[in-house]
């Protein structure tokens, strides 16, 4: 769920295949163990396995690369995994791979140069109303719309994406001020000589060089 209300719907990936995989999970439980058979079908079943694997990464990657280019900043909930996949969406959380799309968001987001946060699992996103902050009793998983006491009515995953939008950019400012120092002021000469690390600088020194040969090695 994006914060401007765009619901992208993950593929089942695994549930798709689940047929396929299980015939062949079949298919190799009646093969005798040791026999060419079933190493045969050994790989047929880690091969299914990881088609699927492959088929969500590459979902993954298109779907990434297109938020980190159409926005200057991305803050994404870091939903409890672990507690989730105690409860009877186990299969279909695992299935979107939450934690290896937001590893992928973060790692776009350095190369193009994008803010990226990670907002608390612990923040209470989904019942908080993002329009006059109050926060609201716990609800079930079922409950897709809700109603706030101040009037507003929301559905339960496009107010939760504006909470986490709100949380992340309030972080980030704190971020951004708590950074805010004197500019540098460059070391009079003494004081560079007497540094307590000066003693490190010779093997950082050989250490340079030594990257330095290593490159040169490499050109054409
Ligand atoms: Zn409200």
Not at 26 to 42: C, D, E, F, I, W
Not at 69 to 90: F, K, P, S
Not at 173 to 183: I, S
Request: include cysteine.
């Amino acid at each position: 769920m994006l914060s401007d209300g765009t619901k992208v719907a993950a593929p089942k990936f695994l549930r798709r295949a689940a047929r396929r995989l299980k015939r062949l999970q079949q298919a190799l439980s009646r093969k005798q163990k040791g026999s060419a058979n079933r190493k045969k079908a050994v790989v047929k079943v880690a091969r299914a396995h990881a088609r699927v694997a492959d088929t969500r990464r590459d979902w993954q990657h298109k779907l990434s690369t297109t938020i980190i280019r159409e926005n200057q900043a991305v803050y994404v909930e870091d939903l409890c995994v672990v507690g989730l996949c105690r409860t009877r969406l186990a299969k279909s959380v695992h299935d979107a791979g939450w934690a290896q799309f937001t590893g992928m968001l973060e790692y776009k987001a350095a190369r193009y140069g994008r803010t990226f946060g990670r907002v608390d699992r612990f923040f209470p996103s989904t019942r908080m109303c993002s329009q006059c902050g109050r926060v609201n009793e716990k609800m079930a998983l079922n409950v897709r719309m809700w109603d706030c006491p101040c009037g507003a009515a929301h559905d339960r995953d496009v107010n939760a994406a504006i909470n986490v939008l709100a949380a992340g950019q309030a972080e980030s400012r704190n971020d951004r001020g708590a950074r805010v120092r004197p500019g540098l002021v460059p070391a009079p000469r003494g004081e560079a000589v007497t540094h307590p690390d000066a003693a490190c600088s010779t093997r950082s020194v050989e250490g340079i060089s030594v990257l330095q040969g290593g490159e040169d090695v490499n050109r054409p």
